[in-house]
């Protein structure tokens, strides 16, 4: 394609490549089975690790046009297109009709049409959207899932039509676009160049009709800011549904294919019904307001704000008005500077006395049922400024006592190791065994002297009679000495023991402490750093 067929504009701080071609209707783009590949990929990684489901992002408000009634309009279609909430896991197939069917009169005949038994669909949800003519089938079913996608045509009142049914993407993905994609790659290079594991969070994609743009499919909340397509890099950008546009009726909220009264024929430019060919008009979009056709390709307001700006947006406001005190609320007895009336012009009369003590409209007294609303949001800020208050100081309280209560556990530990350090010094000092004292050998000398000159002197048996009571002394003098060291060593090892299982229970006592309350002093310090701060 030539470069001179593309056109690069700036939406709300995005980037946007518009290709010049022909419009394409939804099923030409979701030919075949829609994202049933997308939808088996996704299945098999929620199973191998569950992801944790989205809400539901269907509906919600969207970007704001200059004119109150464009808005109106934009809100109008976007709430009547909203559908309801249907289970997040269950398999979505989207039904739409053609030759101007209307989609209420296809609830059953679509269960009919794919061949199901009323036993079979029982679980089943059919819902018509009647803003976009469609019909969104939920099922649980794998099987029932196929067989409503390969639904071509239903029979009302003995009458054919022409239908067309594709699988949408799994709730819990988000779409971006690429663009570059060489025209001669078939559906299956594409999908085998882009879901790989260079592209970890990619579960499917498909190209945009003939062009060289392709939607792929990503895992989570997230589009990566770059997709590998084979071995090139290539700038992935948000994918961004459009409001649908009837080029056959006018109206706003469903397409062409699909348009339940293609008999009529409306400008888009003004709106005129059955206009002739050399009709000229001055053109006003129905969603903008500006000077085009309604859905003109530089109209700004044609495209939705994804879900997941929106969810970004909405969790940035609620961490905004938390961090907001009380003081950022003005008072509802004071005006505000909306309230205020206008200064009076120099060329204006002055009014009377009567008129001057009559009330602005804006100062009038406001009734009981404001009042009471007022006084309701007053107390309720009041209240929670106080929980809040109590809840911080409960926390810190609360992270006051476990440090204290860790300082006596560590005081303890170092007092026991200490009394453990002397025990075993004793028990060092202690652990040689008293030695029997041994005479020296002067003593050994006068001893054996006088046992000589006791001998000489005295009889054999008068010398035994007078060792006997020595001996005798010095043998219970050894074991006094011998069972009071043993009692002495025998009362340090039981007092060693008690301290070193004391010690032990103290260690496991403040180990289990410390991994009980690990989460607790990381939320106190999550909760404590910004005030901190």
Not at 110 to 132: L, R, Y
């Amino acid at each position: 394609m030539e470069a001179s067929a593309r056109t690069t504009v700036i939406v709300d701080n995005e980037m946007r490549v518009q290709v010049q071609g022909e419009e394409i209707t939804p099923e030409e783009y979701h030919n075949e089975a829609g994202w049933t590949l997308a939808g088996e990929r996704m299945s098999r990684l929620r199973r191998r690790a569950p992801a944790s489901g989205m809400p539901d992002g269907s509906g919600g408000s969207q970007a704001s046009p200059k004119s109150k009634f464009n808005k109106n309009v934009r809100a109008s279609v976007i709430k009547a297109a909203r559908m309801p909430a249907m289970p997040l896991e269950e398999s979505k197939i989207v039904v739409r009709p053609r030759g101007g069917l209307d989609i209420v009169k296809t609830g059953t005949t679509t269960v009919a049409a794919a061949k199901i038994t009323s036993e079979e669909s029982a679980a089943d949800t059919i819902c018509p959207n009647t803003q976009q003519n469609i019909m969104v089938v939920s099922t649980p079913n794998e099987n029932n899932a196929a067989r409503y996608a390969t639904i071509h045509e239903i029979s009302i009142q003995g009458k054919l039509y022409q239908v067309s049914a594709y699988r949408t993407a799994p709730h819990d993905t988000v779409k971006g676009v690429i663009k570059g994609i060489p025209t001669d790659a078939n559906a299956e290079e594409l999908d085998r160049n882009i879901v790989n594991e260079r592209n970890p969070l990619a579960v499917g994609a498909k190209r945009i009709g003939s062009t060289t743009s392709a939607i792929v499919v990503f895992q989570g909340p997230k589009v990566p800011n770059f997709v590998r397509y084979g071995v090139t890099l290539i700038p992935c950008h948000l994918y961004r549904k459009q409001i649908d546009v009837c080029h056959q009726c006018g109206r706003v909220g469903h397409r062409k294919d699909v348009c339940p009264t293609p008999t009529i024929k409306t400008c888009l430019a003004c709106g005129l019904a059955n206009p002739k060919e050399d009709h000229s008009c001055t053109p006003k979009c129905k969603l903008c307001g500006g000077e085009h056709s309604t859905g003109d390709r530089t109209c700004k307001a044609k495209y939705k704000m994804p879900y997941v700006v929106r969810k970004r947006q909405w969790v940035r406001r609620q961490a905004e008005l938390q961090l907001l005190p009380e003081s950022d609320f003005p008072p509802l007895d004071k005006p505000s500077a909306v309230q205020k009336s206008r200064t009076p012009s120099k060329n204006r009369a002055p009014k009377s006395r009567d008129s001057s003590k009559k009330r602005s409209p804006s100062h009038e007294r406001v009734g009981w049922v404001d009042a009471a609303k007022g006084n309701n949001t007053r107390s309720a800020q009041k209240i929670t400024e106080a929980a809040k208050k109590d809840d911080m100081n409960k926390v810190r309280e609360a992270n006051e006592t476990l440090r204290q209560e860790n300082a006596a556990l560590r005081t303890t530990i170092n007092n026991l190791s200490r009394e453990i350090a002397e025990i075993r010094k004793l028990l060092l000092c202690n652990n040689e065994s008293p030695q029997r004292p041994t005479p020296s050998s002067r003593e050994t000398e006068e001893t054996s002297t006088k046992n000589q000159e006791a001998a000489v002197e005295e009889p054999a048996q008068k010398k035994r009679a007078i060792e006997a009571p020595h001996k005798q002394k010095e043998n219970d003098r050894n074991e006094n000495l011998e069972a009071k060291f043993e009692a002495r060593f025998t009362k340090l090892e039981e007092l060693l023991t008690a301290n070193i299982a004391a010690v032990t229970a103290m260690k496991q006592t403040v180990d289990n402490y410390q991994a009980e309350n690990i989460n607790r002093f990381a939320y106190i310090e999550r909760t404590l750093q910004p005030i901190l701060a």
